[in-house]
Nanobody
Framework: EVQLVESGGGVVQPGGSLRLSCAAS????????MSWVRQAPGKGREWVAV????????TYLDNVKGRFTISRDNAKNTVYLQMNSLKPEDTAVYYC??????????WGKGTQVTVSS
């Protein structure tokens, strides 16, 4: 079956760093656009970062530009999100998302990131 499994979340102090990983299986990973999406309690969904199939093009939410980096390793069927200079407002559940460019969409169950002193 299709699986997207996030890991790497946790509690970190403001200014700290975390690296999230998403391990994919059950579909042709290299043919899918991958994204990281976050949602904080009581707030709407935010599309944090997107990376194309070959890893050559990336886009970011304005609030995370210069701090977050999305990357992928197609040989390992894994997408990453490196998060630096974390702020309390980055606190959210972070979800891994896959899209085939048409109608197929897959979601992970999410990993909690908490930025607090």
């Amino acid at each position: 079956e299709v699986q997207l499994v996030e890991s790497g979340g946790g509690v970190v102090q403001p200014g700290g760093s975390l690296r999230l990983s998403c391990a994919a299986s059950g579909f042709a990973f290299s043919n899918y656009r991958m994204s990281w999406v976050r949602q904080a309690p009581g707030k709407g969904r935010e599309w944090v970062a997107v990376i194309n199939r070959g890893g050559s093009l990336t886009t970011y939410l304005d609030n995370v530009k210069g701090r977050f980096t999305i990357s992928r390793d197609n040989a390992k069927n894994t997408v990453y999100l490196q998060m630096n200079s974390l702020k309390p407002e980055d606190t959210a559940v972070y979800y891994c998302h896959a899209n085939d460019g048409q109608s197929l969409n897959y979601w992970g169950k999410g990993t909690q990131v908490t930025v607090s002193s």
